[in-house]
């Protein structure tokens, strides 16, 4: 994920973009949030769509609740 994102960044560079609205979607979502963690000072804005960040033991248990109520 960190070699993609220094890679968008890199895209950024080369088109002499200093900052950015960065969107990302599923597996783009995560690579946008390193993006906003190792270069924030270039991140306007972060849009996440269809994207996790760590998988707590909270989360597993939510989704595991909202999953079995789903089925009900």
Known sequence: ME???ADAIAVLDAEQVETAHIMGASMGGVISQVIGVVA???TRSLV???TACRHHRWRRE???D???TALI
């Open 66 to 68: 909202w999953a079995h």
């Open 48 to 50: 996440l769509a269809c």
């Open 62 to 64: 939510l989704l595991s």
């Open 3 to 5: 070699r993609m994102a």
């Open 40 to 42: 924030p000072e270039r």
